[in-house]
């Protein structure tokens, strides 16, 4: 089983809607998560930390539930802009120094 | 300021040789991670640098890869006998801290043919 599950998509949204995006993780005692984002033939950037409270930067919200191991993030009043491969990740400390990433959930934002 | 780099960006190597990717993390950054991404997939640990001490290697997936950071800021990461299954994107990341938000390089693209 994989550390890290994402819904892979594809999700296509018109402008201005509003998506979310669900991540499971495997254990329980992993202690930060962050979600990413890449675009086509580029680098993961990083979007946001998600703390335990829930956390919203402008159009993006983060959540993280421990109870049922997932994570989540919400994108409000979506742009053409948004469209990228969002990435899902955790960190373990008790499997050494890991950091382990999502496959990535596909956005494309229609005009 | 100046970001993560890494050279070569792409990379063609004939089976069997040797190859030696770089990457210069953002100064000051004490963690640095490479990474593997294959096409559709997310990045894999490969393995990790606290200054010059790595600290963790078990993502690498055999003992033809290696990696160091002798002076604590450059990284080289290593395959040695490259194979087909090498082919991926090798991405260098750095960090201030170990538990933070890690800035990435563009990657060096290996196409071993």
């Known amino acids: 089983r994989k550390e890290v599950e994402q819904d892979p998509g594809p999700f296509n949204v018109p402008e201005g809607a509003t998506v979310a995006f669900n991540c499971t993780y495997s254990?329980?005692?992993?202690?930060?998560f962050f979600w990413y984002r890449q675009d086509c033939r580029k680098e993961p950037k990083l979007l946001m930390s998600?703390?335990?409270s829930g956390n919203e930067d402008g159009r993006f919200t983060a959540q993280l539930n421990r109870a049922s191991q997932y994570i989540s993030l919400l994108i409000r009043d979506s742009k053409l802009s948004d469209s990228a491969t969002y990435l899902c990740?955790?960190?373990?400390?008790?499997?050494?120094?890991?950091?382990?990433f999502g496959t990535g959930t596909s956005l494309t934002v229609i005009p | 300021g100046a970001g993560v780099s890494q050279s070569p960006r792409y990379k063609v190597a004939k089976r069997g040789q040797d190859v030696a990717l770089r990457c210069d993390p953002i100064?000051?950054?004490?963690?640095l991670f490479w990474y593997q991404q294959a096409l559709g997939q997310g990045p894999e640990f490969l393995t990790y640098?606290?200054?010059?001490?790595?600290?963790?290697k078990s993502g690498l997936p055999s003992d033809r890869f290696f990696a160091e950071r002798p002076e604590g800021s450059v990284s080289t990461l290593k395959i040695q006998r490259t194979q087909q299954e090498d082919s991926a994107v090798y991405l260098c990341?750095?960090?201030?801290?170990?538990?933070?938000?890690?800035?990435f390089g563009p990657g060096t693209r290996l196409t071993v043919l």
């Open positions: 998600v703390y335990s």
């Open positions: 640098f606290q200054n010059e001490a790595q600290l963790d």
């Open positions: 990740v955790v960190f373990d400390p008790n499997t050494g120094n890991q950091f382990y």
């Open positions: 100064s000051g950054h004490v963690s």
């Open positions: 990341a750095s960090s201030l801290l170990l538990v933070g938000g890690q800035y």
């Open positions: 254990n329980s005692a992993s202690q930060s």
